[in-house]
């Protein structure tokens, strides 16, 4: 782990040279002489000091072993800078908000508590909150969504804020159904809003129609198999080309005509979230109009 130099010394009298690092208890390894007055020596880094303030020529070669550059970095002031910069950084981090992470199944209310946050300039780089900061936003949290709201817990794990949240259930009556939940149709698992059940999918998993979504049944923490009722709604990413046609006549009129004809046969309850035109022509007469869509909408059936 030492580290060594390599110098190179002129002088006349070697004895004169060998007396003065004795006197200043430095030991030297690997002498050799070069020509008539300069000779190669080795020594340890940390003299380096004490081999300059010799009374003799000197040229510095280079350094050998990892103490040599343990030893330059550590006398290296600009590194020293560099690393106690990114030290500070780092503590200093830790005094700031670098993520905010709802914990919720509702899509709707998730971005309406990001918005929320936004507002209150809660977000990436902000100051961390302290306990009285997060009492007071908590409440008005409550006051703001209590209609969406039953529970909320806002807190603090390291550089992350998470808000965890459970839906109020609406004080009308509802009568518990233990029936398994499907899909109706094929899709790509968008997003959760999930009352009670046994989520059986995770998002972005493709499901067929028929796919178990959500099950009637859990395991305890006894290992005993419980019926549980299912409620909710599992959204998903579907796809369909629709076509419509009409007599031409003025063609601005005709497209825009028969893409309104097109929206208005949408599921009254999807959002549309590409809407592509694939074809737009004029046969004899008949304008066409083809548009492929990507909706996101609720997929689950209540089974048999």
């Known amino acids: 782990m030492l580290g060594y130099d390599v110098w190179i010394i002129q002088c006349e009298d070697l004895f004169e040279f060998l007396q003065a690092i004795d006197q200043l208890n430095i030991r030297i390894y690997h002498l050799k002489k070069i020509d008539s007055e300069m000779y190669q020596f080795v ?144 899709g790509m698992i968008a997003y959760f809003e999930v009352n009670s059940g046994h989520i059986k999918v995770k998002v972005n998993d493709y499901v067929q129609q028929g796919d178990l979504l959500i099950e009637n049944n859990i395991v305890s923490t006894s290992d005993e198999m419980k019926i549980i009722p299912t409620l909710g709604k599992v959204f998903a990413y579907t796809w369909v080309d629709i076509e419509a046609s009409m007599p031409s006549f003025d063609q601005g009129d005709v497209f825009n005509e028969l893409l309104l004809k097109i929206r208005e046969s949408l599921p009254a309850d999807c959002i549309i979230d590409k809407e592509n035109v694939v074809q737009f022509i004029e046969t004899e007469g008949v304008v066409t109009l083809k548009v492929h869509y990507t909706l996101i909408e609720n997929i689950a059936c209540k089974g048999e």
């Open 43 to 186: 020594s340890k880094s940390f003299h380096r000091h004490f081999i300059k303030k010799l009374p003799f020529p000197l040229y510095y070669q280079k350094s050998m072993g990892k103490g040599a550059y343990l030893f330059r970095f550590f006398f290296n002031p600009s590194k020293i800078l560099f690393v106690g910069v990114f030290l500070l950084s780092i503590y200093l981090s830790t005094f700031f908000i670098w993520h905010v992470e709802v914990l919720g199944n509702y899509e709707s209310i998730n971005e309406n508590l990001y918005a929320y946050f936004q507002d209150q300039y809660i977000q990436k780089g902000s100051l961390k909150l302290s306990l009285e900061n997060l009492q007071d936003i908590e409440n008005q949290i409550k006051i703001n969504f209590e209609d969406d709201i039953d529970y909320l817990n806002l807190y603090q794990n390291g550089s992350v804020l998470y808000l965890n949240y459970t839906k109020k259930i609406q004080d009308d009556k509802i009568e518990l159904d233990y029936r398994n939940i499907y899909a109706c149709k094929p």
